[in-house]
T-cell receptor
Framework: GNSVTQMEGPVTLSEEAFLTINCTYT??????LFWYVQYPGEGLQLLLK?????DKGSNKGFEATYRKETTSFHLEKGSVQVSDSAVYFC???????????FGIGTKLQVIP | KAGVTQTPRYLIKTRGQQVTLSCSPI?????VSWYQQTPGQGLQFLFE???????NKGNFPGRFSGRQFSNSRSEMNVSTLELGDSALYLC?????????????FGPGTRLTVT
């Protein structure tokens, strides 16, 4: 089945630093790809998505490009803020219907 | 629109007991999925329901079960609780679209088994 490999954290950055969180996938065909974010004490919420190769998803200053050549969907942000401190999950559908496989999650801590 | 709601938010149970968790999806969403989140295993898929039918099931023992009602609300049940069942249980709802649509998560139920 489809799977995703995500870099492990934690990642600690200073405010305004550049962020990259790596995510690579193994999939049959070209499924949609997602990044979810989980703030402390909350459930997950969708951050961005891409539905086909070369698509770029973006939201709140975060971006990720669906690259089939490298089977990657890396998350980037040019200037992180303290409020971006959270756990980030890469995800893709697997096994049909709404079954979704999530990466291990990368904890990001941004310090002032 | 109201988001996904889960009750209760926190639960403490003793080994051997059983527990029922509830999830109300976003209005109009017919698919409800359940996940177990633990520090060691991350997010693991439990099962997914659509129109009262279980369509997908993860690799969990039969002690974990669920159901969905005609109004799309869902419950999951864990019988004969074990210490290892302590986790955050997340419910997510989505529109039916073959896996291309995003899931909307509730805040979770934190289950502690002592």
């Amino acid at each position: 089945g489809n799977s995703v490999t995500q870099m492990e954290g934690p990642v600690t950055l200073s405010e305004e630093a550049f962020l990259t969180i790596n995510c690579t996938y193994t999939a049959t065909g070209y499924p949609s790809l997602f990044w979810y974010v989980q703030y402390p004490g909350e459930g997950l919420q969708l951050l961005l998505k891409a539905t086909k190769a070369d698509d770029k998803g973006s939201n709140k200053g975060f971006e990720a490009t669906y690259r089939k050549e490298t089977t990657s969907f890396h998350l980037e942000k040019g200037s992180v803020q303290v409020s971006d401190s959270a756990v980030y999950f890469c995800a893709l559908p697997s096994g049909g219907y709404q079954k979704v496989t999530f990466g291990i999650g990368t904890k990001l801590q941004v310090i002032p | 629109k109201a988001g996904v709601t889960q009750t209760p938010r926190y639960l403490i149970k003793t080994r051997g007991q059983q527990v029922t968790l509830s999830c109300s999806p976003i209005s109009g969403h017919r698919s409800v999925s359940w996940y177990q989140q633990t520090p060691g295993q991350g997010l693991q898929f439990l099962f997914e329901y659509f129109s009262e039918t279980q369509r997908n099931k993860g690799n969990f023992p039969g002690r974990f079960s669920g159901r969905q009602f005609s109004n799309s609300r869902s419950e999951m049940n864990v019988s004969t609780l074990e210490l290892g069942d302590s986790a955050l249980y997340l419910c997510a709802s989505s529109l039916e679209a073959g896996g291309r649509t995003e899931q909307y998560f509730g805040p979770g139920t934190r289950l502690t088994v002592t």
